[in-house]
């Protein structure tokens, strides 16, 4: 069983930014899809943002394009989530998950993902 260690998380004032890093340890993660989802209170989780294997298919979601950018570094097993221009509706506990699949499309299925992040808060808010 993979271990992930979330960080990067925090409050920051509307118009900021902030990186979220998500290194997994005890699994080769290179033939893995990374992705991130989020979760506001009191609403269901939402994909946000995938990136396959060699880094070529990446997927957002339409409220974060634009503004947030995903990347892997596959020598440190570790997914990244660049997020600027963060908006109070940003605000949410997200979630890194790897899921063994090729592509991006669909990345919004939780259940194409085998394993999951604990989550780690981002607060935006003045």
């Known amino acids: 069983q993979p271990q992930f260690v979330e960080s990067g998380g925090g409050l920051v004032q509307p118009g900021g930014s902030l990186r979220l890093s998500c290194e997994a340890s005890?699994?080769?993660?290179?033939?893995?899809?990374w992705a991130w989802f989020r979760q506001a209170p009191g609403q269901e989780r939402e994909g946000v943002s995938c990136i396959n294997g060699p880094g070529e298919s990446i997927r957002y979601d339409e409220s974060v394009k634009g503004r947030f950018s995903i990347s892997r570094e596959n020598a440190k097993n570790t997914v990244y989530l660049e997020m600027n221009s963060l908006k109070p509706e940003d605000t949410a506990v997200y979630y890194c998950a790897v899921g063994e699949m090729y592509g991006c499309s669909a990345f919004a299925q939780e259940r194409k993902y085998d394993y999951w992040g604990q989550g780690i808060q981002v607060t935006v808010s003045s």
């Open positions: 005890r699994l080769y993660l290179d033939d893995y899809a």
